[in-house]
């Protein structure tokens, strides 16, 4: 570390230690009266996916007023916007995409001048507010765009129980400029409260505890949020459709269509002891309830960790909880990423490898070590993966560069994995009780603040590390988070959690039988036998597979997308049609990005059945997938279809 950098971070360590104590016992106090977080001053915590100047002028609470239009596909109405400022700021910078404005004024109702600057196609324009010497409040009209990139919005057919239409968003990283305006930024924390107006017969549910019962009155239900904690503006959520609910426990429950109700449920039985076991590990979960919100399959992503409400793809509902792995995963960012959260998209494995390693830890606590150590051992294998993609490359550094830092940048196999595998060398090396009396700790100190690369591991030394050289040493900490590819103290997964499947893998490999026990395995068992087979094999081979175990009819989706995976490096032609119905049933990212652009990348055999069903499935898929496979021309240069 240099010598700018050390006194840049003790100063920043300094200034947050000042204002924990006021910070801590405040943020639990009501909308409006709640202290604002703080704003990390450092370089490093400088957010460039965002045009806010906070150090001039801040958002610090967001009160909504919107109608659901699901006919013309927008939100309308007000967004009051509370500010905290210099004396002598002239302006405060909101971030803003494709916001229709009619009106901003102050809390008197006097107009404020304003402009709209030129769009980025990422990042969007910077909405430049004029203040008056007294302005503490703007009060500002609008309506999204039809096309906002946060919103999705389903026909009834693209639901479940096919009858009524569904919206959600999808706020992270830098999407809910699109319906909100405000300071889009993580490092900018913010109270809100929301009152959503949407037809009568439709349930609104967001990512805060309700604030008062629901009224509906002249064919117009009215549903009212409050959110009493500081949060980063991406984590402001909404769903609305044909929504019912079941209680799981006593802080627990699910909310999802009435046809999924009993599916989902039964799914996600074991979310209390979850609740429980994370508590058990790293202090006292802080948010009221835990409930999730099963999405129709279009959503984008596996989960995302909405406080109060995670929203869940029902990917996940495999009939006997073996992918529950990821309600551990998004129930974790309760502590980390809501409690504490990246200041920028630069440092997102401080939500997301911190995560992926207490998701670990509460599988461990639930399900057993023997469980634990697989997934453990498959997040290995993905590390080395993104590493050897990435050529040990800049991308692989946990902190990024300017260059890799964009929003949603970096590699999962390094922002997920490499993350949760410094985390577990960390364990390995200072020894599991100290470590987590460590990160208990650290939630403690910096609950309800933003966090940076520099700061977490200034934290650290002052707390943990304290002096001790050879400790220091050991550690190799900015080894772990400033350089490319992999420490040398690296903490490897044990051989033996998979050795009996390797010994399979081999053996089939050399033309031996299918493995007759496949189907007793658990699902990383199954998941690194169908990973670690050449990618390359006869026809008959895979038929020998299929044939035997079915896979083309695998219901677990993890399972099935792997054997497709393997399918389409092969050019098998047996796997076409569940490979068509697989990419027309869910949208999830994770699943269709790699399958259609393996397939674009086969000139001659797959570009044109990438083609022909992206055409037909694109309306299903989030914008947040559509934007990278459109890129791939599949549909023509300059021709794609709306929405």
Known sequence: MTLLRTLLVVAALAASSCRMADQQSNDAQPVGEAAIAPILTTPDAKDD??????????????????????????????????IDRKPDAKEIVLDDKGLEISSITDAAGQPLQYKVGPADEKLGSP????????????????????????????????TAGKTKPYLFSQGQAIENRSWIPTQDSPGIRQTWEATIRVPAGFTAV????????????????????????????????????????????PRTGVWTEPVMLDRAAAELADTEKMVAAAEKLYGPYRWGRYDLLVLPPAFPYGGMENPTLTFLT????AGDKSLVGLVAHELAHSWSGNLVTNATWADSWLNEGVTSYFENRIMEALYGPKRAAQEAALSFDDMEKALGEERNGPNTQLHLGAKEAVPDGGSSGIIYDKGAIFL????????????????????????????????????????????????????????????????????????????????????????????????????????RFLNKLPRKMPAARLDALNNALNLNQAGNQEVLFAWLSLAVSNRYEPAVPPLERFLASQGRGKFVRPLIEALAEDQQWGRPLAARIYARTRPLYHSIVTRDLDELGLLGASTKPAG
């Open 49 to 82: 996916a965002s045009y806010a100047r906070p150090l001039e002028a801040r958002v610090h609470n967001v009160a909504l007023d919107l109608a659901v239009d699901f006919d013309a596909k927008r939100v309308g109405g007000t967004a009051t916007l509370d």
């Open 127 to 158: 909405l430049a507010i004029a203040l008056r010497s007294d302005t503490k409040r703007l009060v500002i009209k609008y309506k999204s765009a039809p096309d906002a990139g946060a919103l999705q919005w389903l026909t009834p057919d693209q």
């Open 206 to 249: 967001m990512s805060a505890p309700k604030s008062a019962q629901p009224i509906t009155q002249g064919g117009e239900s009215v549903f009212s949020y409050k959110m009493p904690h500081s949060v980063a503006p991406y984590m402001i959520a909404i769903g609305v459709g044909d929504l019912a609910f079941r209680e799981l426990g």
């Open 314 to 317: 029902p990917t996940f509902i």
């Open 424 to 527: 577990r060398t960390m364990e390995k090396v200072i020894g599991r009780e100290k470590w987590d009396a460590y990160l208990r700790s650290y939630f403690d100190r910096h609950a309800f603040q933003p966090m940076t690369s520099a700061l977490f591991l200034a934290d650290l030394r002052q707390n943990l590390v304290k002096g001790d050289q050879a400790l220091e040493q050991k550690l190799q900490l900015d080894r772990w988070v400033y350089q490319p590819g992999l420490p040398s103290n690296v903490a490897r997964p044990d051989p033996a959690a998979f050795a009996p499947i390797d010994k399979a893998v081999a053996d089939f490999s050399r033309g031996g039988p299918v493995p007759a026990a496949f189907n007793s395995w658990t699902t990383a068992e199954k998941l």
